[in-house]
């Protein structure tokens, strides 16, 4: 049962364009969503989050979009440079039971971004 | 600099060896947390530990195990490796106050079983 779900597995944007990546998910009790960037050979890195209260959240060319009622959301990169290509992974955030918290993650999506 | 540090880059093991795979962080977290990654899968949760001595099943524990003897130390063992665990293994940390930033990486384990 996939509870975070990327449907585009690879994308291609010419350098200067905006990056769209989408992401949806099923469980309600999600509380925070997040995008991790991935290089070969590297973990993933944080990129950006957003509160499950928030529908905007912008950090320079990053901006993610939280859509709750269709539990839907995007990143979006403006403007798309030759080093944001790599993995991107999308996940959603509960509670543990013990404190802190647990990532669900998306399958990813490879970008490309092409001179 | 805080960091999780993952003892092997690159593994080669052979079917039915017992491989443990070490994780470190040094930012005094709780949750420490063993994820694999596989393409068009993603990052599947294996095991996580929110406090020493303590551990829970992810999503697919089967064929593996933890151990977390210390808080800033989560081993991952394949009790008996098979070619379906061939895999990039990160291992990750996170503490309650975190929430907004999520988890701390290692830079990943890629084990070939052969």
């Known amino acids: 049962d996939q509870q975070v779900k990327q449907n585009s597995p690879s994308l291609s944007v010419q350098e200067g364009r905006i990056s769209i990546l989408n992401c949806d998910y099923t469980n309600s009790m999600f509380d925070y969503f997040l995008w991790y960037k991935k290089y070969p050979a590297e973990g993933p890195t944080f990129l950006i989050s957003i509160s499950s209260i928030k529908d905007k959240n912008e950090d320079g060319r990053f901006t993610v979009f939280l859509n709750k009622s269709a539990k839907h959301l995007s990143l979006h990169i403006v403007p798309s440079q030759p080093g944001d290509s790599a993995v991107y992974f999308c996940a959603a955030s509960a509670a543990l039971t013990g404190g802190g918290n647990k990532l669900t993650f998306g399958t990813g999506t490879q970008l490309k971004v092409e001179l | 600099d805080v960091k999780v540090t993952q003892s092997s880059r690159y593994l080669v093991k052979r079917t039915g060896e017992k491989v443990f795979l070490e994780c470190v962080q040094d930012?005094?977290?709780?949750?420490m947390f063993w994820y694999r990654q596989d393409p068009g899968l993603g990052l599947r949760l294996i095991y996580f530990?929110?406090?020493?001595?303590?551990?829970e099943k992810g999503d697919i524990p089967e064929g593996y195990s933890v151990s977390r003897e210390k808080k800033e130390r989560f081993s991952l063992i394949l009790e008996s490796a098979s070619t379906n665990q061939t895999s990039m293994y990160l291992c990750a940390s996170s503490t309650q106050g975190q929430l907004h930033y999520g988890y701390t990486f290692g830079s990943g384990t890629r084990l070939t079983v052969v």
């Open positions: 530990s929110y406090d020493v001595k303590m551990k």
């Open positions: 930012m005094d977290h709780e949750n």
